[in-house]
């Protein structure tokens, strides 16, 4: 397949989501008694744009932007860790916001690596296999299925890593936060259908993953 630059644009809007996930995710907001991360209002994005990448595209290529997203969320880290380094101007008094928010302690950076690597591929997986088993129909039973295991896994592996033990876990919060994920991917299902049916149109293209190698670690 030739790239083409509405695939660009997907991964684009997937890698920023989920970078900026990563960094609102030390926020932790609450409604009441729903404590959730901060990440929960953009996060759900990588999993609907993930979910179109494969059914369009197919997931030898979902898989590249996974990882693509990983390195890119890589670099992000390293650099704000660097610039954390750097010394501050005599005048700059933010270093503590600055530690604070990019600083990224090691058990988060972990919780976020684990979790978006775990839910991402299986995500994918069940989203390709369910498309050759239903012949590439109930495309909304698709994306909500993979939602329900990727996020579900995804939610439990990074609160669980990054929460558990300190004072800002909530054992509830994977509940909270995986029914609001889940929830947003079904309200986002007629803006799925359409950009589907679109790039399906534009690309020409409709891939099943019939005698696809799903080893995520095959490049």
């Not at 390293?78 to 501050?88: D, I, R, T």
């Amino acid at each position: 397949m030739n790239v083409s630059h509405r695939f660009v644009i997907i991964s684009a809007i997937y890698v920023t989501a989920l970078i900026t996930a990563n960094i609102i995710s030390v926020k932790v907001i609450g409604f009441g008694s729903v404590v959730v991360p901060a990440a929960i209002i953009i996060f759900p994005l990588s999993y609907i744009f993930g979910d179109i990448l494969t059914e369009v595209y197919g997931y030898r290529w979902a898989r590249r932007v996974i990882w693509l997203g990983f390195g890119c969320n890589l670099i992000f880290v390293l650099f704000s860790y660097l610039g954390q380094l750097l010394p501050a101007a005599s005048f700059w008094t933010d270093q503590p916001a600055y530690e604070s928010i990019l600083g990224y302690a090691p058990r988060l950076l972990l919780a976020s690596v684990c979790g978006y690597l775990v839910g991402e591929f299986v995500n994918s997986f069940i989203m390709a296999k369910m498309k050759v088993a239903t012949k590439g129909r109930w495309l909304w039973a698709r994306t909500i299925g993979s939602t329900v295991f990727g996020q579900g896994l995804d939610t439990a592996i990074f609160i669980v890593i990054a929460y558990v033990g300190t004072a800002s876990f909530v054992p509830l919060m994977i509940l909270y936060h995986w029914l609001i994920k889940v929830g947003i991917e079904a309200l986002a299902t007629p803006i799925t259908y359409k950009t589907v049916n679109y790039l399906k149109r534009k690309e020409n293209i409709d891939t099943y993953d019939i005698d696809t190698n799903f080893n995520p670690f095959k490049f």
